[in-house]
């Protein structure tokens, strides 16, 4: 059983360019959450992904989307980056309607300068 | 919208010790959930609660829902190095979601 993968580990984006980032949900899971995690924060809820359709969303502005495929794999994209989004992207898959069997890939630590 | 209070921030303590730290909402919760995060991982979960009162233990870890159901207590006895992380309260609710606490880094001297 393969876990959560995060795709790329690490990277640096300049102010207002776009992002792309990807999760490779844990086998048997068919729904996908987004979390950025700031330093010396804890996680925030960015969105969820159910059946290619978003299934709930917190605080984060429109310039923050994403997409499911079929394979239940997802994309966060964030467009016109800025600084204030320099993070740690967590993703974590679960089943649907789960109280708390989420699993966590290891992140995407974005640096926007 | 709720809040999640950790407290102690930081911890750092002699190999051997007890540890103790909890979380304050400013809401009921239905469910608490303590995660811990190693440094470059993403948070594993440790404990989840489900009814107020509920004591459960994890080996060394014993976690509590408060009678109140605004807050919750981990505690860690006879801590080892590999016990150095980050541990997070959470709650689950209804939109699908998880909302963390600030964390509380723990260290230890061996």
């Known amino acids: 059983e393969t876990g959560v993968t995060q795709s790329p580990t690490h990277l640096i984006k300049t102010r207002g360019q776009q992002v792309t980032l990807r999760c490779s949900s844990q086998s048997g899971h068919n729904t996908v959450s987004w979390y950025q995690q700031a330093l010396g924060q804890g996680p925030q809820f960015i969105f969820q992904?159910?059946?290619?359709?978003?299934?709930g969303r917190g605080n984060f502005p429109p310039r923050f989307s994403g997409l499911q495929f079929p394979n239940y794999s997802s994309e966060l994209n964030v467009n016109a980056l800025e600084l204030d989004d320099s993070a740690l992207y967590l993703c974590?898959?679960?089943?649907?309607?789960?109280?708390?069997?989420?699993?966590f890939g290891s992140g995407t630590r974005l640096t926007v300068v | 919208g709720q809040q999640l209070n950790q407290s102690p921030q930081s911890m750092f303590i002699q190999e051997g010790e007890d540890v103790s730290m909890n979380c304050t909402s400013s809401?009921?919760?239905?469910?608490w959930l303590w995660y811990k995060q190693d440094p470059g991982e993403g948070p594993v979960l440790l404990i989840a609660l489900y009814k107020a009162g509920e004591l459960t233990s994890n080996g060394r870890l014993t976690a509590q829902f408060g009678i109140t159901r605004k807050d919750s207590f981990l505690n860690i006895s006879a801590s080892i190095p590999s016990d150095v992380g980050i541990y997070f309260c959470?709650?689950?609710?209804?939109?699908?979601?998880?909302?963390f606490g600030g964390g509380t880094r723990l260290m230890v001297k061996p």
């Open positions: 959470a709650e689950h609710n209804a939109g699908n979601m998880l909302t």
């Open positions: 809401s009921i919760f239905n469910t």
């Open positions: 992904y159910y059946r290619e359709e978003e299934n």
């Open positions: 974590a898959s679960s089943q649907v309607l789960t109280n708390y069997g989420y699993t």
